[in-house]
C-alpha cells in the first residue's frame, strides 16, 4: 500500500531577521533592490517575499512599484542568497496575470532555466520551476521553454528530494506536452520511469499531475509500448484496486484507455488477468465520470480488429449493458457508442441483440436528444443484416419510438430513426407493421430538412414503404410528394439518386403518378437524364415508371406506346409536337 500524506505544498522562505513592510511603505524596500549590500538586498526581496505572500491586490502594488524590472536582475545575481530570494518572490508573483505578461515582455525564459541546473539550491529550483509553470500556460512561453532547452532539465527534477520542485516540475512538464514539439520529444528524455516513480509520492497532486502528464503523452503509441516496458499497466491496475486511491481512479483510468488503442498493449493487460479487473472496476464504479471514460476508452479500442475480439471475449457486452442502465445522461451517451463500435464484431452484435435491444430502445423515449441520438445510432448497426435483430426492436416494441424520434431536435437522430426503420422493413411482416402506424405521413415533414443526411434517409424510406398503394396515398395526402420533388433538383447525389428511387417507387399508380407530373417531376427527370454526371439508373426509371403510368403524356412525348402499355378510360391524344415545318 503507498502510503499518502494529505498535505499542502508550502514555501520555505530563507532564514533572515524579518523586515516588516506595508503597502505604504512597500515603494521604499522596492527602492531597496538598488542597494550594493547584499544582506540589504536579501532582506528586501524576503520582505517582499511576504508581502506578496498575501494576496494579488499586494503583486499588483509590487508591479505598479517597478519592483519586477529590478527583481528579474537580481536573479542573475552573484551572491545565491540574493539570487534565491529574488527567485522566490518572482515566483509567487508570477500567478498574478499582468506579471506574467511582463516577465514574458522581459524574456526570462532563458535565466530561469539556466537556475534548473543541479549546483543551484533547492528553493530556487523551487520557485524558478513555479514562474515557468506560471508562464507555460501561454502557448508563446511553452514553445520558448522547449526551444530553449527546458524540458530536459524540468524532466531531470522529477526526481528531486524536495516535493515543491516535482510539484512545480511536473506541473511544468504537463502544460508543455500539450504541444506536440515536447509531446515527441519526451520519448527521447526517458520521461516514462520518473513518472511513474512520482506515483509513489505521499502528495496527492504530485500522484494527480503525474497522471495528467501520462494520459496526454500515452496518446503517442511508442510512449504506450515504453509505458508497458516500465511496468507501467500493473502500476495503474494497482491504482483502480487501491480505494484509498480513489480521487485518481478518474485519471489512471484515462491513461489506461490510451493504452487499449494498442492491440499488444491490450493483449498484455488480458493476460495479466488485468483485463477482467479493469472490466470488473468499470461494472462496480458508480462514479459517472470513472462510467462515462471507460466507456469511451472501449470506444477508441473498438476500432481495430483485434481489439474487438479480444474485448468480447472479455464479456464487455456485459459491461456496457450494465452502463446503459445508469441514472447519468452522459455515461449512456458513451455506453452507447462503444456499443456502435462493437458491433462490427459479429459475436458482439449477437451478444447486444439478445440483451442490449429492449434498454436501447427505451433511451428512445428519453428527454436528452443527446442520449436519443446516440441510442437510435445504435440500432442502426444492430439492425442493419439483422434479422433477428430486427424481430427484436420490434418485440421490444420499438416501433412507435422510432416513428417518435422522426420528430426529434437533432438532424442525426432523425436519420438515423429513418434507416432502422428501413432496416425492420426488410421483413415484410413489419413493413406493414410500420406502415399501417403512419410512417408515410410521419416522413413529410424530414423530406422537408435542410439536412442533406435526413433528407437523404427519408427519401430512402419513402422508396421502401412507397410499394404499397395506401402508403402512397398516405404520403399524397399529407403533401409529401411536393418536398420529394423538390429534392429531384439537389446538388447532393445520394439524395438525389435517392429521391429517384422514391418516385420511381411512387410513380407505381396513375393517381399519384399524374401528380408528381403536376408539380414537375417529369420535366425535372428528363433534365437530370441529359446530364451525364448527374443522371443514374434511378432516374431513367423514374422517367420511364411515370410514363408508363400517364399513357397520354407519353403518347404525346414518345409517339408510341409499349406492348405492356394497356389503354383505359380517360387516355386521350393530344397530338405529337411536329418538329418539321
Request: with cysteine; net charge negative; charged share 25%.
Amino acid at each position: 500500500m503507498l502510503k499518502r500524506k494529505f498535505s499542502c505544498l508550502f514555501p520555505k522562505p530563507q532564514d533572515f531577521d524579518p523586515l516588516l513592510i506595508e503597502s505604504k511603505t512597500a515603494a521604499t524596500v522596492v527602492l531597496m533592490l538598488s542597494s550594493p549590500e547584499e544582506e540589504v538586498l536579501a532582506k528586501a526581496c524576503d520582505a517582499l517575499y511576504k508581502f506578496a505572500s498575501k494576496g494579488d491586490e499586494n503583486k499588483a502594488t509590487l508591479l505598479g512599484l517597478g519592483a519586477v524590472e529590478q527583481l528579474y536582475k537580481l536573479i542573475s545575481h552573484e551572491d545565491p542568497t540574493v539570487r534565491g530570494n529574488a527567485v522566490m518572490v518572482l515566483g509567487i508573483m508570477a500567478s498574478n496575470y499582468d506579471v506574467k505578461k511582463l516577465l514574458r515582455e522581459l524574456d526570462v525564459t532563458d535565466s530561469l532555466i539556466s537556475h534548473l541546473v543541479p549546483e543551484e539550491d533547492v528553493v530556487i529550483h523551487e520557485f524558478a520551476t513555479l514562474c515557468l509553470a506560471y508562464l507555460a500556460v501561454e502557448y508563446t512561453t511553452k514553445v520558448q521553454i522547449f526551444e530553449r532547452g527546458g524540458l530536459e532539465p524540468l524532466i531531470r527534477l522529477l526526481g528531486s528530494p524536495d516535493p515543491d520542485v516535482q510539484k512545480n516540475s511536473v506541473e511544468c512538464i504537463y502544460l508543455l506536452v500539450q504541444d506536440f514539439q515536447s509531446r515527441a520529444a519526451v520519448h527521447e528524455l526517458n520521461i516514462i520511469p520518473p513518472l511513474l516513480e512520482l506515483l509513489k509520492s505521499e502528495y496527492p497532486v504530485i500522484q494527480l499531475l503525474a497522471l495528467k502528464t501520462l494520459e496526454v503523452i500515452s496518446k503517442d503509441g511508442e510512449m504506450r509500448i515504453m509505458l508497458g516496458e516500465n511496468k507501467g499497466l500493473d502500476c495503474l491496475l494497482t491504482i483502480l484496486e487501491t480505494d484509498e486511491f480513489s480521487d485518481l481512479h478518474v485519471e489512471a483510468l484515462a491513461v489506461l484507455g490510451n493504452c487499449l488503442e494498442d492491440v499488444h498493449t491490450l493483449q498484455l493487460i488480458q493476460q495479466s488477468g488485468g483485463l477482467k479487473k479493469l472490466l470488473s472496476f468499470v461494472r462496480e464504479s458508480t462514479i459517472p465520470d470513472i462510467q462515462k471514460n471507460a466507456a469511451k476508452a472501449i470506444t477508441k479500442a473498438a476500432y481495430d480488429l483485434e481489439n474487438r475480439n479480444i474485448l468480447n471475449e472479455e464479456e464487455v457486452e456485459k459491461c456496457l449493458i450494465n452502463l446503459l442502465e445508469t441514472d447519468n445522461d452522459g455515461v449512456k451517451v458513451a455506453a452507447s457508442q462503444a456499443i456502435s463500435a462493437m458491433c462490427a464484431n459479429l459475436a458482439s452484435k449477437r451478444a447486444f441483440g439478445l440483451q442490449g435491444i429492449p434498454q436501447l430502445v427505451q433511451l428512445l423515449s428519453s428527454d436528452n436528444e443527446e442520449v436519443k441520438e446516440a441510442a437510435v445510432a445504435v440500432l442502426v448497426n444492430l439492425t442493419a443484416a439483422s434479422p433477428s435483430n430486427a424481430s427484436a426492436a420490434a418485440e421490444a416494441e420499438g416501433i412507435e419510438p422510432l416513428l417518435n424520434t422522426l420528430h426529434a431536435q437533432r438532424d442525426g437522430a432523425i436519420a438515423n430513426a429513418a434507416t432502422v426503420l428501413t432496416n425492420l422493413a426488410m421483413q415484410e411482416p413489419l413493413r406493414v407493421n410500420i406502415q399501417n402506424r403512419g410512417i408515410m405521413s410521419v416522413l413529410a415533414e424530414p423530406l422537408r430538412s435542410t439536412n442533406s443526411q435526413v433528407q437523404s434517409k427519408a427519401a430512402f424510406a419513402v422508396a421502401v414503404f412507397g410499394c404499397d398503394a395506401d402508403a402512397r396515398t398516405e404520403l399524397r395526402s399529407a403533401g409529401g410528394l411536393g418536398p420529394l420533388v423538390k429534392l429531384l433538383h439537389s446538388k447532393n447525389e445520394e439524395v438525389r439518386r435517392n429521391a429517384c428511387w422514391a418516385v420511381m417507387t411512387c410513380a407505381s399508380d396513375e393517381l399519384t403518378a399524374g401528380e408528381l407530373c403536376r408539380l414537375g417531376a417529369l420535366d425535372v427527370l428528363e433534365e437530370i437524364n441529359l446530364s451525364k454526371s448527374r443522371k443514374n439508373n434511378f432516374s431513367e426509371a423514374a422517367l420511364e415508371k411515370l410514363l408508363d403510368n400517364n399513357l397520354s403524356q407519353k403518347y404525346s412525348q414518345m409517339g408510341y406506346l409499349s406492348s405492356n402499355n394497356i389503354i383505359t378510360d380517360g387516355f386521350y391524344d393530344c397530338g405529337q409536337v411536329s418538329y418539321f415545318k
